[in-house]
């Protein structure tokens, strides 16, 4: 019988649950906040300054499924600087990255400029005589490494803050950083 969770991975934390590398001995891991059936992985991976929606699961089947193409994962961004209408149509139709040293062109993708920023937990990122910040929607199918923020630098926003809401029909909703809920899983509805 697997297991099958989710947690809202707080910033500062690695996606993982045993630290095998002397270098990072003192990161933080997930088996802080709950005990954990043994075999448990992290379904996809949120890098340590990003936080949000996360799956857990014993079972590998699903993992690959929900790290497919087929998946969407939905991230609200906050970036240093106003963004607008038209960078938001630079980023839906595609936009050069370097992934592994290679130029690569991202899918096309749903993006958008968020006005209300009230279901996203408030986090101090840096005082406002910085400049201003605007938050937008990425919705991708692919998932290359520290794509969403290589997306925002190579049009002139870095990002500040990334807080992944949404994988397929697995939603963040009013979790708070660190919380962890068990999912009931039917393994014959794999679209879930």
């Known amino acids: 019988m697997h297991s ?10 690695l996606s993982q649950f045993v630290n095998n590398q002397n270098k ?3 990161k933080k891991l997930l088996n802080e906040f709950y005990n954990f059936p043994e075999g448990i992985m992290a379904v ?3 890098d340590e300054k990003s936080e949000g ?3 857990l699961t014993t079972n590998g089947k699903f993992s690959h499924h929900i790290t497919s193409s087929k998946i969407e994962k939905e991230y609200h961004v906050m970036v240093d ?3 607008t ?3 938001i149509e630079v980023l839906k139709n595609g936009i050069e990255i370097s992934v592994n040293g290679k130029p690569y062109t ?7 400029i968020l006005n209300d920023t009230s279901h996203i937990i408030n986090r101090f990122v840096r005082d406002k005589k910085h400049g201003p910040t605007s938050w ?10 520290r794509q969403v923020r290589k997306m925002t630098a190579k049009l002139g926003f870095p990002t500040l803050r990334l807080v992944r809401i949404r994988i397929g029909n697995y939603k963040l909703r009013s979790m708070k950083p660190g919380e962890v809920l068990p999912i009931n899983f039917n393994p014959i509805d794999i679209s879930l």
Not at 4 to 13: A, E, L, M
Request: glycine share 10%; aromatic share 14%; net charge positive.
């Open 4 to 13: 099958y969770y989710k947690i809202y991975k707080p910033y500062g934390y």
């Open 24 to 26: 990072r001995r003192n």
């Open 44 to 46: 996809g991976r949120l």
């Open 53 to 55: 929606l996360l799956l």
């Open 81 to 83: 600087g106003i963004i």
């Open 85 to 87: 209408k038209s960078d």
């Open 106 to 112: 991202t899918k096309k993708c749903s993006a958008h």
């Open 136 to 145: 937008l929607s990425i919705t991708l199918t692919e998932g290359k490494f």
